[in-house]
C-alpha cells in the first residue's frame, strides 16, 4: 500500500509517498516502513513533542515505537501528552523487560510493565508489545502466561521480541499462542552483521563469523518483521556515521548518491535498509521534525543493486 503525503524533497516541489509494510505478515498491521523511535523525546517541551509527532504524521509515518526504560518512563509521558490524534489510526509500540542491573521476563513483571507504559501513553491498549533484551533466566511457559493475559484483558494486541536470536524466538514461540511479528535489531550501513555472514560464508574472515544465528533468514522464513534500530549509527550506540572522519569512504558515496538522487545523505542511508527484499523497518530516533521530513524522502527512492553494494563495499566490507 503507497499513500501519498505531501513532504517537500531539497527541490521544494516534489512530495514523498511514504511506503507501508504488513508487520508480522499477519494481515492486520498496516505499518509505516519508517517508524519514529521516541526514546529521546524525554525532557522535550510538550509543543515541541506535538510538532515531532505532526511532522511524523504527515509524512504518512503512523508507526511510534517507546520502552517503559526510555527517560525513566518520561519518554512515554511526554508523548502521552502530546499526542493528541485519533488512537485507532496509529501503531503504539513499547518494550519491556529491562531492569536496573538485570532483565525480567516474569509474568508479575512483564503484566506491570505493559500496564505502567498504559498509564503513561495515555491509551487503554498497546498494539504491539515487545521483550526488549533477551532474559537468560526466561521461563517459555511464563512469558506466554503474561502475553496471553494482556491479550485476553485487550491491553496489548501483538507481541514480539528485540535483540533475539533464532533460537531465543523458537523456543518462546514454542509456547505462544500468538505468533511472534516483529524482531528489534540493530542494523545500519555501519553495522552489518546480520547479513555479512551470509555473503561471506565459508570463508576465513571476520565477516564469515556468525554472530546472530542467521537472524535475518529465520525472521524472513518465518514472517517476522525485522525493525532496524540506530539506522545511522555504528557500534553500541557509537555516534553517527553520517559525516564522521571515521568513515570518509562511505560518506563520500552517500554523498554522491545523494546528489544524484537529490535527498540527503541521511535518507540514501535509511533507503540502503529499506531496499533489502526482507522488508525491514527503520526506526529513526530523531527529536528534530525537519530531520523527519527528511529521512522520510528516504521512502521516495529505490537503489539499484549496484548501488547498494557500492555502499556496502564503501563501509569498508568486502565480497568474495
Known amino acids: 500500500m503507497v499513500l501519498r503525503v505531501f513532504v517537500l524533497k531539497n527541490s521544494g516541489k516534489e512530495a514523498t509517498e511514504m511506503k507501508y509494510i504488513d508487520l508480522g505478515t499477519l494481515g492486520k498491521i498496516n505499518a509505516s516502513a519508517i517508524a519514529l523511535g521516541c526514546m529521546r523525546i524525554s525532557g522535550k517541551e510538550k509543543k515541541d513533542v506535538e510538532s515531532l509527532i505532526s511532522a511524523a504524521l504527515e509524512c504518512g509515518i503512523n508507526f511510534f515505537d517507546h520502552a517503559d526504560i526510555y527517560g525513566g518512563g518520561q519518554s512515554e509521558e511526554i508523548f502521552g501528552e502530546a499526542f493528541c490524534g485519533k488512537r485507532d489510526?496509529?501503531?503504539?509500540?513499547?518494550?519491556?523487560?529491562?531492569?536496573?542491573?538485570?532483565?525480567?521476563?516474569?509474568?508479575?513483571?512483564?503484566?506491570?510493565?505493559?500496564?505502567?507504559?498504559?498509564?503513561?501513553?495515555?491509551?487503554?491498549?498497546?498494539?504491539?508489545?515487545?521483550?526488549?533484551?533477551?532474559?537468560?533466566?526466561?521461563?517459555?511457559?511464563?512469558?506466554?502466561?503474561?502475553?496471553?493475559?494482556?491479550?485476553?484483558?485487550?491491553?496489548?494486541?501483538?507481541?514480539?521480541?528485540?535483540?533475539?536470536?533464532?533460537?531465543q524466538m523458537a523456543l518462546l514461540q514454542k509456547y505462544m499462542p500468538q505468533k511472534i511479528v516483529a524482531n528489534q535489531l540493530q542494523f545500519s550501513l555501519a553495522h552489518t552483521g546480520m547479513i555479512d555472514c551470509g555473503l561471506t560464508v565459508n570463508m576465513k574472515h571476520d565477516n564469515s563469523v556468525n554472530r546472530d544465528g542467521g537472524a535475518l533468514e529465520y525472521c524472513r522464513l518465518n514472517g517476522i518483521t525485522i525493525q532496524a534500530w540506530s539506522p545511522v549509527m555504528y557500534g553500541f550506540f557509537g555516534g553517527v556515521f553520517i559525516g564522521s572522519p571515521k568513515y570518509p569512504e562511505l560518506n563520500r558515496e552517500l554523498e554522491r548518491r545523494?546528489?544524484?538522487?537529490?535527498?540527503?545523505?541521511?535518507?540514501?542511508?535509511?533507503?540502503?535498509?529499506?531496499?533489502?527484499?526482507?522488508?525491514?523497518?527503520?526506526?529513526?530516533?530523531?527529536?528534530?521534525?525537519?530531520?523527519?521530513?527528511?529521512?522520510?524522502?528516504?521512502?521516495?527512492?529505490?537503489?539499484?543493486?549496484?548501488?547498494?553494494?557500492?555502499?556496502?563495499?564503501?563501509?569498508?566490507?568486502?565480497?568474495?
Not at 505493559?114 to 501513553?121: F, H, N
Not at 498494539?127 to 537468560?136: A, G, K
Request: charged share 25%; glycine share 6%.
Open 89 to 167: 489510526e496509529v501503531i503504539i509500540q513499547s518494550k519491556c523487560g529491562i531492569r536496573k542491573g538485570f532483565f525480567d521476563f516474569s509474568k508479575e513483571h512483564i503484566i506491570s510493565s505493559a500496564e505502567g507504559s498504559l498509564r503513561r501513553l495515555k491509551t487503554d491498549y498497546l498494539d504491539v508489545l515487545l521483550l526488549h533484551r533477551p532474559d537468560t533466566l526466561m521461563e517459555p511457559e511464563e512469558v506466554a502466561e503474561a502475553f496471553c493475559a494482556l491479550e485476553k484483558s485487550g491491553k496489548v494486541r501483538f507481541f514480539g521480541v528485540s535483540n533475539q536470536n533464532p533460537a
Open 258 to 320: 545523494a546528489n544524484e538522487k537529490g535527498v540527503s545523505p541521511s535518507a540514501v542511508a535509511v533507503a540502503w535498509i529499506m531496499r533489502h527484499p526482507a522488508k525491514i523497518q527503520t526506526i529513526i530516533g530523531t527529536t528534530n521534525p525537519f530531520r523527519v521530513r527528511d529521512y522520510a524522502t528516504a521512502a521516495d527512492i529505490t537503489l539499484t543493486r549496484e548501488e547498494w553494494y557500492s555502499l556496502y563495499k564503501a563501509a569498508g566490507n568486502i565480497l568474495p
